[in-house]
């Protein structure tokens, strides 16, 4: 899946987000207030961050309150969504889905949020998750009446469940078990054109099973958002500065190394799939080699370059975030089978303007592979407008600036 589109909610420096698209490549968010893109970044991240959202509470300091004429009504966390993301569907995640449920072929766009009492919601957007009582109750009353005595018996054992419902009422949970319960008995006593009408109406009284299925495969495909800034890389300047921009779970490969390292608790498992996340390593990243224990240790980087290996602290700025990219990409396609998606936070870094020109160079580079979004400081959005804007120089199709300016 990749990232067509979000928001955000309820943040101070940015109250309510308009849409903002998203390409498959890079994406740079261009706004006068630093605080704003950065806002977008890290809210964004929590639709599925690499650290437990739980034990960290990113929307630990986001309003409490909604504010009107006349009034001041307390936010209910659990009814606040704080963040949301359309992605669109894979292939493979389309035949996944398919297989549950042939109403899922049309599979286009999946959303998902974040509200602030740390729960995820999933939508297919323009499916519904259940039918609808108006939906069903026509053929189920026909074919009722078309039964006979076992129909008659029939309909006043399920008398008591349905009479209550409206038209417009959800079939799911107790409702829709009693109904399958009561209905699959009477398939045996119908003709074969109406056992066809009488398997459609299950089908549909299964769309919630089916849908709470289709969310679980759904949520298993979601990329992590992998967020690098100046605390992350290692690159801030000073103690103010790494406090200041430090993320939430600022080790995210030992994060990744600990999820896959889960499903495989052997020793000889985990060090056979080690060799081949380093085998992958060499070809993106030629002599980064990742280290990591079983028994929770912390995932670090080494580049066997000549004269001597450096440890990831080590290399120069714009090579220390490339191996944490290209480290983070091979763990997160042997955990999950496809990239993570990169938030790159450059405020705090102190990059000097060469080294800012190679790193735009390295995302340019990688940006067929990597969806990212970036977040600049002044002096990269400026190379980044001379570069990638109107007229740039180094204008690239998975490339794009993006105005993310609040409205008003």
Known sequence: MHLLMFRIIGHPAVPDSSWIEIGRGLNVLKTFHADQAQALAHMLQTINPPYDINETDPFRNLLQYLDGPGYRRRIIPSKKTAALAIFAASPQLVRELTAIDSVYYATDRIEFGRRRDHSRWVNFVELAGSARWSEIEPTISSLLDRAGVAGKELSELLHPAVAPLRGTDRIKGPVAEILKEHLEPLWPLLPEYEQEQLDQCLNAIDRADHFRQAKARA???????????????????????????????????????????????????????????????????????????????????????????????????????EALMAAASVLHGQLHGNQPIFLLDVNGMHLQPAEQRDLLQVLLRHCARWQSVVVPDTDFLDLCVERLGPGGKDGHALAKLIDVTPAG
């Open 219 to 321: 949520s298993a495909w979601l990329p992590y958002f992998v967020l690098i800034t100046a605390a992350t890389a290692g690159l801030a300047g000073d103690e103010t500065d790494a406090a200041r921009f430090k993320a939430p779970g600022a080790a995210p490969l030992t994060f990744l190394a600990a999820r896959l390292a889960a499903v495989h608790t052997g020793r000889t498992s985990w060090d056979q799939r080690l060799s081949q996340v380093n085998r992958q390593l060499e070809a993106l990243y030629p002599g980064l080699i990742l280290h990591c224990d079983l028994e929770g240790g912390e995932a670090t980087l080494e580049s066997r370059q000549r004269p001597a290996p450096l440890s990831s602290p080590e290399l120069p700025p714009v090579r220390r975030i």
